[in-house]
């Protein structure tokens, strides 16, 4: 399985940026798609995961601006994040059958 994530960027503080990471050769139903982040010199982090059959979760820092979404049969996951933070600032991963993607940078100026 290879993740192929895209859509990081710059954007303004209050700007909104859309997140996208295709899951492809998975002859396999993947239940949990997720997206990460590390900021510098902090750890990796959970942001949201969305899981078949369960929902979605989401870090406490992120309820109510983002939203973790996903297309089965394209097997990607999408985050879309709105009111972006400084603090939102980092390079954000997705996650999915045990694999992780390479990172997306994604800047917030205040």
């Known amino acids: 399985v290879q993740l192929q994530a895209s859509g990081g960027g710059l954007v303004q503080a209050g700007g909104s940026l859309r997140l996208s990471c295709a899951a492809s050769g998975a002859n396999f139903r993947i239940n949990t798609m997720g997206w990460y982040r590390q900021a510098p010199g902090k750890q990796r982090e959970l942001v949201a995961t969305t899981t078949i059959g369960y929902g979605t979760n989401y870090a406490d820092s992120v309820k109510g601006r983002f939203t973790i979404s996903r297309d089965n049969a394209k097997n990607t996951v999408y985050l879309q994040m709105n009111s972006l933070k400084p603090e939102d600032t980092a390079v954000y991963y997705c996650?999915?059958?045990?694999?992780w993607g390479k990172g997306t940078q994604v800047t917030v100026s205040s």
């Open positions: 996650n999915a059958a045990g694999r």
